[in-house]
């Protein structure tokens, strides 16, 4: 098992450029996040997806979009960088289970953004 | 909306000596989780706590999950170098999402 990998592992970006982060898992996951991660500032959610084709916004969505087109597959999408979207991005995965709320989550290696 | 603070937001210690990390929600919790995570890595699951005025522990770490299900701490006992991280909790309610904490970044001299 290769638990969660996130491709790229690294990205230099020009503010206006745009890109996707893809967010893999193999654990047969129900649930994905996106996370940010910017010094002091802990893991802050952006998207999340409770199932394949469902989406939903998190803390600090504005900027991103997001697909779940697969269950195993969880996209983070940036369609205009700007400076401030200069953090390190974690997606992770949970299984959910029933009637328990905040199951456990895997995270992945994470993603180095530069947007200058 | 709901958040998670924690405190310190550093801590520095001696080889050898104790450390704790307190965490406070806004709001009642459903369980408590406590993650690490290395420099330069990502966040590791450590523990789950469910129930009101639970204590467990992992060789020298003890963890606490208040009795309002509101708080909650980490010990470390006799810390060592491989104890250095940022260590988050991170609070579940009623929802799909976990709260984390703005976490303790713990650095251990030799």
């Known amino acids: 098992n290769a638990g969660v990998t996130q491709t790229p592992k690294f990205r230099v970006l020009k503010t206006g450029q745009s890109m996707t982060l893809l967010c893999a898992q193999d654990?047969?996951?129900?649930?994905m996040y996106w996370y940010r991660q910017d010094p002091g500032m802990g893991l802050r959610l952006i998207h999340y997806?409770?199932?394949?084709?469902?989406?939903a916004k998190g803390e600090v969505p504005d900027g991103y979009n997001v697909s779940r087109l697969k269950k195993q597959n969880f996209l983070l999408g940036l369609e205009s960088a700007a400076p401030s979207q200069t953090s390190v991005y974690f997606c992770?995965?949970?299984?959910?289970?029933?009637?328990?709320?905040?199951?456990?989550?895997?995270f992945g290696p994470g993603t180095r953004l530069l947007v200058l | 909306g709901q958040q998670v603070m924690q405190i310190p937001q550093y801590q520095h210690v001696q080889e050898g000596e104790d450390f704790t990390t307190y965490c406070n929600s806004s709001?009642?919790?459903?369980?408590i989780q406590w993650y690490k995570q290395r420099p330069g890595g990502h966040p590791v699951f450590l523990i789950q706590?469910?129930?009101?005025?639970e204590v467990k522990k992992q060789k020298r770490l003890t963890f606490q999950f208040g009795e309002a299900k509101k708080n909650s701490s980490l010990h470390i006992t006799a810390t060592q170098t491989t104890d250095v991280g940022t260590y988050f909790c991170?609070?579940?309610?009623?929802?799909?999402?976990?709260?984390f904490g703005t976490g303790t970044r713990l650095q251990v001299f030799p």
């Open positions: 992770a995965s949970s299984y959910p289970l029933p009637g328990a709320f905040g199951e456990t989550q895997y």
């Open positions: 654990m047969n996951h129900e649930y």
């Open positions: 997806s409770v199932g394949e084709g469902t989406t």
């Open positions: 709001t009642t919790l459903s369980n």
């Open positions: 706590l469910v129930k009101s005025g």
């Open positions: 991170a609070g579940g309610g009623n929802t799909d999402k976990l709260i």
